[in-house]
């Protein structure tokens, strides 16, 4: 995974077959276009190693303590991801402002 483009201000955490992208921003514009240009670099990874991923599993959080409209849309491959108000990583379901279930 050291071949792996992450672009500034993103990040990955990866746990055996649950992976998690993250990406802090003050540009929303600009963290959209790098969450998808990462997102991106690692569908081209998995495609050389011939992985799949689960897009049912895969969802967007924003999260925020303020009130917003939904954020523009975040595409995966051809796929646009779908926006959660919550999201589960690792058995734990994290909502849009940051706190564990």
Known sequence: MADLLIQPGCGLTVYADATAVY???SNKLIL????EQTVDSILQWML???LKISRKKCTAVHF???LQPTPTN???GV????????????GLIVDQRFSWR
């Open 32 to 35: 959209y276009r790098h969450l």
């Open 64 to 66: 925020t303590y303020r």
């Open 74 to 76: 975040i595409v995966v």
């Open 23 to 25: 990406a802090l921003r």
């Open 79 to 90: 796929v646009a991801l779908s926006w959660s108000h919550t999201s589960r990583y690792m």
């Open 48 to 50: 050389r190693w011939r």
